[in-house]
């Protein structure tokens, strides 16, 4: 298997309000990603977890916040978002972090819009 | 810093048609280079992945090949069909930096295959 979902598929939601984005893996994997995507662009990394540490950061801004509960869980936690903030959210994983032959394996996505 | 580019950026042809499509990057120091599909606000899925040791890459229509020296990559899809229409994708990750493990996308090439 290997699949990573997320959910929600779709997710509108004011600039007030606090929702969560999931992410999921069954393939043993040790690292998760978010990734940020806007039309017609290619992803850009938000965040690496490593063994469910947060390894990388890419100065994203704090009205987002990630979790990693446990190995095969990852999620997106938002608040006070922007209607910039709008786009294609993608969660991926690999066996490891920084690994030579890894390979990431992404989601399907959520769309977040702003209003 | 990498950077990957991808040429052409839209392609339009009918079906049956053989094609390339280019992705180059400005620091060969790489561990490996990979190819994904995007279907219009969908996740991303490898197509192919080729590590620096190796020269090309084959699945089913699909052929990569890798020149590393020249920091070029191009992907091949034979006998083109509507369902290859999507976004195609290329990245590299990095042999050296102090984010190793991150992938440097390209823009994409948009593909239009009609019957």
């Known amino acids: 298997d290997t699949e990573v979902t997320q959910t929600p598929k779709h997710l509108v939601m004011g600039m007030t309000n606090k929702k969560s984005l999931k992410c999921e893996q069954h393939?043993?994997?040790?690292?998760m990603y978010w990734y940020k995507q806007k039309a017609k662009k290619p992803p850009e990394l938000m965040f690496v977890y490593s063994y469910e540490k947060l390894s990388i950061n890419e100065s994203v801004p704090s009205r987002f916040s990630p979790e990693c509960p446990n190995s095969s869980l990852l999620n997106l936690h938002l608040h006070a978002l922007q209607p910039e903030d709008s786009a294609l959210y993608l969660c991926a994983s690999s066996q490891v972090w920084g690994g030579s032959a890894d390979t990431q394996y992404f989601g399907p996505g959520t769309r977040l819009t702003v209003l | 810093k990498q950077e990957v580019t991808q040429i052409p950026a839209a392609l339009s042809v009918p079906e049956g048609e053989n094609l390339v499509l280019n992705c180059s990057f400005t620091d060969s120091a790489i561990y490996n280079l990979q190819w994904f599909r995007q279907d219009p606000g969908k996740g991303l899925t490898s197509l192919l992945l080729i590590q620096s040791s190796q020269r090309e890459q084959t699945s089913g229509r699909l052929n990569a090949s890798l020149d590393k020296s020249s920091g070029r990559s191009t992907l091949y899809i034979a006998a083109s069909q509507p369902g290859d229409s999507a976004t195609y994708l290329c990245?590299?990750?990095?042999?050296?930096?102090?984010?190793?493990?991150?992938?440097?996308f390209g823009r994409g090439t948009q593909l239009t295959v009609w019957p």
């Open positions: 990245a590299v990750r990095p042999r050296r930096g102090s984010t190793l493990g991150r992938l440097y």
């Open positions: 393939m043993g994997h040790r690292a």
